[in-house]
């Protein structure tokens, strides 16, 4: 099984809707992050958490919440999608201690709002 | 604000030439540490190398090898002999000290012709 593990994997939805994506992880991490990522921009950082109590706004989070429910998940909520936030979107972890190290990413949300 | 920037959006080589991949920072920290990932047609983000700037040796890692210049502000990314395996985008990153946070660019797209 996956270390950090995306749910779904591809989500199409309708303009409007109110849509969850879920990231869970198995690695005891504290640090747990949501990046979108478009074609020819790269990733963005949308939100990320520290630990259960702490949340803090990334580059784009305007259109975005997150709640993260246990140190092991981490949720991101679009309240009313629109089509620009149509992207592929990520999780990722990385230990509370030591600065040096890489992110562990999961296997991508493919989102579709039409 | 910290700045990566991968100005090849994409380059196409034949199979078995030598390839790289240019990554330029900007930052007024004196520690930070830099990332390359690899992320192939299926989607999923794979980590290559972590550097940190106070480590300035070369690596080498079977074919590939990366080389880190503070002078130039550069973390250049160098694929030996490339294999169609090698298609995908890389992505070079960088997190200053104290930020926890990973800075993409915008990603380089490696085309590899058989």
């Known amino acids: 099984d996956a270390d950090v593990t995306q749910t779904p994997r591809n989500r199409i939805t309708k303009t409007g809707k109110r849509i969850m994506l879920e990231c869970s992880q198995t690695?005891?991490?504290?640090?747990m992050y949501w990046y979108r990522q478009d074609p020819g921009l790269g990733l963005r950082l949308i939100y990320y958490?520290?630990?259960?109590?702490?949340?803090n706004k990334g580059e784009i989070s305007d259109g975005y919440s997150v709640s993260r429910q246990a140190q092991a998940k981490f949720s991101l909520s679009l309240e009313s999608a629109i089509p620009n936030q149509t992207a592929l979107y990520f999780c990722?972890?990385?230990?509370?201690?030591?600065?040096?190290?890489?992110?562990?990413f999961g296997q991508g949300t493919r989102l579709t709002v039409v | 604000a910290q700045k990566v920037t991968q100005a090849q959006t994409e380059i196409s080589v034949v199979e078995k030439e030598d390839v790289t991949l240019d990554c330029v920072y900007e930052?007024?920290?004196?520690?930070?540490?830099l990332f390359w990932y690899k992320q192939p047609p299926s989607g999923e983000l794979v980590f290559l190398i972590r550097?940190?700037?106070?480590?300035?040796q070369n690596e080498i890692s079977g074919r590939y090898s990366w080389n880190f210049q503070k002078s130039t502000s550069s973390f250049n990314f160098t694929i030996t002999a490339s294999q169609v395996v090698d298609s995908a985008v890389y992505f070079c990153?960088?997190?200053?000290?104290?930020?926890?946070?990973?800075?993409f660019g915008k990603g380089t797209k490696l085309s590899v012709i058989p």
């Open positions: 550097r940190n700037s106070f480590d300035e």
């Open positions: 690695k005891g991490h504290d640090r």
């Open positions: 930052t007024r920290d004196t520690t930070y540490y």
């Open positions: 990722a972890t990385k230990p509370g201690t030591g600065l040096n190290t890489e992110a562990f």
């Open positions: 958490s520290f630990d259960v109590k702490d949340i």
């Open positions: 990153a960088y997190s200053g000290a104290g930020s926890y946070q990973l800075t």
